[in-house]
């Protein structure tokens, strides 16, 4: 019965190669987010979408493009990748604002580029 | 942008001792919400309080409180009769809006460990 899901749990990849991290959510959301924790643990918001609509982008290189086929889905496709995009990434999913706007995490995905 | 700061990096305390957070922030807003995730070594997120800016009564969830001081903008949190599983980085965020704008800043983080 998980609510979060993401795929891998673990990445180790060579720099240059192009991954995907992909995020599912059954809590019927509307909103999902990708943030990425840095090796100092800093966790920093990189988008968010809402059915299926772009809402947030950061200020994240453009090798990273996220996809949502649809409002349960939202993956992360990184091209390029280079030696300080090793982080762990998040998937989060929120509920139609209806007062406190809580975010539900996934396990996160530790991303190892070598 | 918003700043939230968590000037402890770590912080140590006996198994059922009560032990203290600091957390401030700096925004402009008039309403927003705050809030304390706990990341265990599974680095799980999860959700520990939350606190909306226009409620004057602070939050509790069973042993964790929160003394929320909006002119100071200071929003610490408290960890009464600790346990061992309270063990984890435990971040402060901040979020200005609700809906699908409502991206959470977070503060460094701080390193609880509960001694037994």
């Known amino acids: 019965d998980t609510a979060v899901s993401q795929t891998p749990k673990y990445l180790v990849t060579q720099m240059g190669n192009d991954k995907s991290i992909k995020c599912e959510q059954n809590?019927?959301?509307?909103?999902m987010y990708w943030y990425k924790q840095d090796s100092k643990k800093f966790l920093k918001i990189m988008f968010s979408y809402n059915n299926k609509e772009l809402i947030i982008n950061e200020t994240v290189p453009n090798r990273f493009s996220p996809k949502s086929p649809d409002k349960a889905h939202l993956n992360l496709h990184i091209n390029s990748l280079e030696l300080g995009d090793s982080a762990v990434y998040f998937c989060a999913s929120s509920p139609p604002a209806r007062g406190v706007n809580e975010q539900f995490f996934g396990p996160g995905t530790r991303l190892t580029v070598l | 942008a918003q700043t939230v700061t968590q000037s402890q990096p770590e912080m140590s305390v006996q198994e059922a001792e009560t032990v203290t957070l600091s957390c401030t922030y700096d925004t402009s807003e008039s309403n927003y919400y705050l809030f304390w995730y706990k990341q265990p070594p599974s680095r799980q997120m999860i959700l520990v309080i939350r606190q909306e800016a226009y409620k004057q009564q602070n939050a509790t969830e069973n042993r964790f409180s929160v003394n929320f001081q909006k002119a100071a903008k200071s929003f610490s949190l408290k960890i009464s009769d600790s346990q061992l599983g309270d063990t984890a980085m435990y971040f402060c965020a901040f979020m200005k809006h609700e809906g699908p704008r409502g991206k959470l800043s977070f503060g460094a983080g701080t390193t609880v460990t509960v001694r037994a």
């Open positions: 809590l019927g959301h509307d909103t």
